[in-house]
């Protein structure tokens, strides 16, 4: 059972443009959410995270919005850039536990 | 960056033989974390510590099997490796403090057993 859920595999923006990627879960227990990044041949990095009491979280050109009535979040990537092309997975914890979900990833291509 | 290091980064393996993957981190993180990377399911955990000696399993726990002496090390062990073991190993750490709960990710270890 898929609790968190990014139901699309890869995503093509051009440069400059937005990008939005999707999540959606399934635990109405989840209270944190976090996006990762990875690049191929290395491990995930860290990007923005959001918790519950919040419905939106910004960091330079990226911004996390929290729809908890629906149980999707979605990252937005403003202006997107050639670097950003990579593997984007999003995680949830439930009520401070140590463990997280992730989502099963959404490739993004950048076209220059 | 949590200073966490894998190793070996690549190794090939042949079925039954067992195989120890190892990940050192240097930055005292109390949690640990061994992942599986696979196409379509994403990162799944495998085992978790949450100190010295004291370890849990994850969703993938089967034919895994894990070790903590030290809080900088946190070993992985497949007793008999076979083809569905196969995958990019993920070790993670986080400090779990109340400001959040990113965990901070090894460069990763890609396991072939043939």
């Known amino acids: 059972d898929q609790q968190v859920k990014q139901n699309s595999p890869s995503l093509s923006v051009q440069e400059g443009r937005i990008s939005i990627l999707n999540c959606d879960y399934t635990?109405?227990?989840?209270?944190?959410f976090l996006w990762y990044k990875k690049y191929p041949a290395e491990g995930p990095t860290f990007l923005i995270s959001i918790s519950s009491i919040k419905d939106k979280n910004e960091d330079g050109r990226f911004t996390v919005f929290l729809n908890k009535s629906a149980k999707h979040l979605s990252l937005h990537i403003v202006p997107s850039q050639p670097g950003d092309s990579a593997v984007y997975f999003c995680a949830a914890s439930e009520g401070g536990n140590e463990k997280l979900t992730f989502g099963t990833g959404t490739r993004l291509t950048i076209i220059p | 960056d949590a200073g966490i290091t894998q190793s070996p980064r690549h190794k090939v393996t042949e079925t039954g033989t067992p195989v120890t993957l190892r990940c050192h981190q240097t930055?005292?993180?109390?949690?640990m974390y061994w992942y599986r990377q696979d196409p379509g399911h994403g990162l799944r955990l495998i085992h978790y510590s949450y100190g010295v000696k004291d370890t849990d399993k994850g969703e993938v726990s089967d034919g895994y099997s894990v070790s903590r002496s030290k809080t900088e090390d946190f070993l992985l062990t497949l007793e008999s490796a076979t083809s569905s073991q196969t995958s990019v190993y993920f070790c993670?750490?986080?400090?779990?403090?109340?400001?959040?709960?990113?965990?901070?990710f090894g460069p990763g270890t890609r396991l072939t057993v043939l």
């Open positions: 635990n109405s227990m989840f209270d944190y």
């Open positions: 930055e005292n993180h109390r949690y």
């Open positions: 993670a750490t986080s400090p779990l403090s109340v400001s959040g709960y990113e965990q901070f």
